[in-house]
């Protein structure tokens, strides 16, 4: 067990809905092998949780997470070449699992997400911020790169704006986060936050989970690949397949029959 089991937590009481909460307020949730490790687990626990449909992922106290803990960068500075790439190795494994759960996955940010704290909210499939919450990717100041969360925030920025945030480390507000697609959604306050976020969660719950799963691989094996004869050949498979599944029966029943699917009651 880690040295403090409590910084992460994770509630499933609710129906279908799983938050899990970065539970180190008094150091802004900042990152070490134990949150690493923890979310790690967390997230290997919720991908076999069928009766999941919705995971939120939120800071406890003023931000969502500050990156790195100071504490674990001056020890890491005296670590082996092969103790960096396994402790890099942890983080990237871990922002996989993220990004690979077969849920919809939300960020709910507010106050500081930085660096590590992007590449977690960059892995979910939608992020929720308030106006006053800010960003940065402030490795190069530290001497050191974006280099495990690049794929997932390269993927929702794009390279254009990577090269500005990556190489100047600048903070930017949550609107300009909005207009690079860093975030979707920007609120007032955290009870705008707890409002949109069921919101999603209701549009969400009516659409099948098995279907959600499916758009998720979709993205996936489609994005940034040419539309070539396997991509047409593949995108064919999948939609035979989903329409001969057990969810497009039923969605096309309760359609034709005017009434809620399975899913949806």
């Known amino acids: ?19 899990v909460t970065l539970n180190r307020p008094k150091v802004h949730n900042a990152f070490n092998p134990d949150v690493i490790n923890a979310l790690s687990g967390v997230f290997e626990e919720l991908r076999g949780a069928d009766h999941v449909r919705v995971v939120m992922i939120q800071g406890a106290g003023p931000s969502f ?3 790195a803990d100071l504490a674990w960068m001056r020890a890491a500075a005296d670590y082996t070449k092969g103790d960096n790439r396994e402790d890099a190795g942890d983080m990237a ?8 759960l077969p849920q919809v996955t939300i960020a709910l940010v507010h106050g500081a997400a930085m660096a590590g704290g992007c590449g977690i909210l960059s892995a979910c ?3 929720i911020a308030t106006k006053t919450a800010s960003f940065a990717l402030s490795e190069v100041r530290l001497g050191i790169i974006p280099a495990v969360i690049s794929p997932y925030v390269i993927r929702a920025i794009g390279p254009r704006a990577a090269h500005r945030y990556f ?5 930017f507000d949550a609107a300009t986060a909005l207009a690079l697609g860093l975030v979707h959604i920007v609120v007032e306050d955290n009870d705008a936050l707890a409002k949109e976020s069921e919101r999603l969660v209701k549009q969400i719950f009516s659409c099948a989970p098995g279907a959600i799963n499916a758009a998720k691989e979709l993205i996936a094996a ?5 539309i070539d004869h396997h991509v047409i050949s593949d995108t064919a498979r999948r939609i035979a397949e989903r329409r001969s599944s057990d969810e497009a029966k039923e969605g096309l029943s309760a359609f034709l029959e005017k009434r809620k699917p399975k899913w949806a009651e």
């Open 93 to 100: 494994g871990m922002l996989h699992k993220l990004a690979t």
């Open 1 to 19: 067990m880690s040295p403090d089991e409590n910084v992460v937590l994770l509630d499933s009481t609710r129906a279908g809905v799983a938050v």
């Open 125 to 127: 499939d939608m992020a």
């Open 167 to 171: 190489l100047t480390a600048e903070r």
């Open 65 to 67: 997470s500050a990156g």
């Open 222 to 226: 489609v994005a940034g690949k040419p």
